[in-house]
C-alpha cells in the first residue's frame, strides 16, 4: 500500500501512554489515589503520580504538588490493553459511532480524550469515588498521518467514516 523497501520501514506500535489529569487533587488527595487505582485495574501496571511543573496562582497550584497520574505501556500489555479498549470498551460509550479520524498529530500517533472511566469493564460502578475521564496516546512508528491510520485500522480502531 505504501511501497516500502525494506520490512523495517512498516510502521508498528511503540507505547500507549494513559494520562489521568485531576485539578481537583489539589483540594482532595482521596481523588488522586483512587484515580491510581483505578489505572492500575485498568492497565494492570502501577502508575506514576505527575506533579506540577510550575506554580500558577489563578489554578491554586504550587510547584510540586500532586495534580495527575500516568502509566506508559509497552510490549504485551499494550497489545492486551488495545485489544480491550477496541473491543471492550469504545463500544461502551453512549452513541459511540467511532472514534475520530482527526486526533493525529501530523507524525503518526493517535491521542483520544474519554469523558468517563466506567467504559472500562474491570472498574466497578459501586467503587468509583468520582467520574473523571482520561487522555490515551497511541505512539507509533509511522511517519505520517495516513500510515499511524492504516496501521490503527488494520489493528482493529473503529474510525468514524
Not at 4 to 29: D, F, K, S, W
Not at 59 to 81: A, D, N, S
Not at 109 to 119: A, H, P, R, S
Request: hydrophobic share 40%; charged share 25%.
Amino acid at each position: 500500500e505504501f511501497s516500502y523497501t525494506n520490512r523495517m520501514q512498516v510502521p508498528r506500535l511503540e507505547c500507549i501512554v494513559l494520562n489521568v489529569g485531576m485539578g481537583e487533587a489539589t483540594q482532595n488527595v482521596k481523588l488522586l489515589d483512587a484515580a491510581v487505582k483505578e489505572l492500575a485495574t485498568v492497565t494492570g501496571q502501577h502508575p506514576v503520580v505527575t506533579r506540577a511543573r510550575k506554580a500558577i496562582a489563578n489554578f491554586k497550584l504550587r510547584k510540586g504538588i500532586p495534580i495527575g497520574t500516568k502509566v506508559t505501556l509497552r510490549g504485551k500489555r499494550m497489545y492486551e490493553f488495545l485489544d480491550r479498549l477496541v473491543t471492550a470498551a469504545l463500544p461502551r460509550i453512549r452513541d459511540f459511532k467511532g472514534v475520530s479520524p482527526k486526533s493525529f498529530d501530523g507524525r503518526g500517533n493517535y491521542t483520544l480524550g474519554l469523558k468517563e472511566q466506567l467504559i472500562f469493564p474491570e472498574i466497578k460502578y459501586d467503587a468509583v469515588e468520582a467520574i473523571h475521564g482520561m487522555d490515551i496516546t497511541i505512539v507509533t512508528t509511522a511517519n505520517t498521518n495516513d500510515e499511524g491510520k492504516a496501521l490503527l485500522k488494520y489493528l482493529g480502531m473503529p474510525f468514524r467514516t
